[in-house]
C-alpha cells in the first residue's frame, strides 16, 4: 500500500494547500496504484453526483403538479373573496328629466322635403322649418336649449316610421360648454 493514498480524498475535493497538492500530484503521477484509486474515487463521485441530482429531479417532479394544483386553489379562492368582498363600485342612474313646462324652446315643424334620388328605400328626407313663437321667455339662464331633429340622423333607415323626431335638451355652462344632453322620441 501507498503512503499517498491517504491525502488523495483531499486532493481531488481542492482542500489541501497549493504546497501539499502540488506534493500529491506529483505522486499521483508517479505511483500506479494511487492513479488507479482517483479514477475508482472520481468514478464513485460521480456516480453519486448523478444518484443526487437524478433524486432531486424526481422530487421536483412530483411536487410541480401539486404546488400548481395548490397555487391555482389559492389564486380562484381569493379571486372568488375580493369578488364579493369588494363588490365593483354601483353607477347611480340618474332619472330622465322631462320637458319642463315655459321652458324657452324654439318648436319645428317637419316639411317633407323633395325627393333623394339617393336615399334608399324610397324614403323621403325630413327638413326641421322653426316656426316662430312670441310666448318664448328667452331671459332664463338656467333653462336647457331644444333641439328638433329628424330621427333618420339619428336612427338607421328604416328603424323608425316616417315622420317621427326626436327632441334634444341641451344645458349650457356659463363657460358654453355643453353640461347635459336628453333626447326624447
Not at 363600485?89 to 333623394?116: N, Y
Not at 336649449?145 to 333607415?157: C, E, S, Y
Request: net charge negative.
Amino acid at each position: 500500500m501507498c503512503d499517498g493514498t491517504q491525502r488523495l480524498v483531499a486532493w481531488i475535493d481542492d482542500e489541501l494547500s497549493e504546497d501539499e497538492a502540488a506534493k500529491v500530484s506529483q505522486h499521483v503521477q508517479a505511483c500506479a496504484e494511487c492513479q488507479r484509486r482517483v479514477r475508482v474515487y472520481q468514478d464513485v463521485s460521480r456516480t453519486f453526483a448523478t444518484y443526487c441530482e437524478q433524486r432531486m429531479q424526481a422530487a421536483t417532479d412530483r411536487l410541480w403538479p401539486v404546488a400548481l394544483a395548490m397555487t391555482a386553489g389559492l389564486a380562484a379562492a381569493a379571486a372568488i373573496a375580493l369578488f364579493f368582498l369588494f363588490p365593483r363600485e354601483r353607477i347611480a342612474l340618474l332619472p330622465v328629466e322631462h320637458p319642463l313646462i315655459g321652458v324657452a324652446s324654439i318648436p319645428a315643424e317637419v316639411i317633407a322635403g323633395p325627393r333623394d334620388p339617393l336615399q334608399r328605400r324610397g324614403r323621403q328626407r325630413s327638413v326641421a322649418r322653426p316656426i316662430p313663437r312670441h310666448d318664448i321667455d328667452v331671459s332664463a339662464e338656467e333653462s336647457p336649449i331644444q333641439i328638433t331633429i329628424p330621427v333618420d340622423a339619428v336612427l338607421p333607415p328604416g328603424a323608425a316610421p316616417d315622420g317621427i323626431n326626436m327632441f334634444a335638451e341641451v344645458s349650457l355652462a356659463a363657460d358654453g360648454s355643453v353640461q347635459r344632453v336628453t333626447l326624447h322620441p
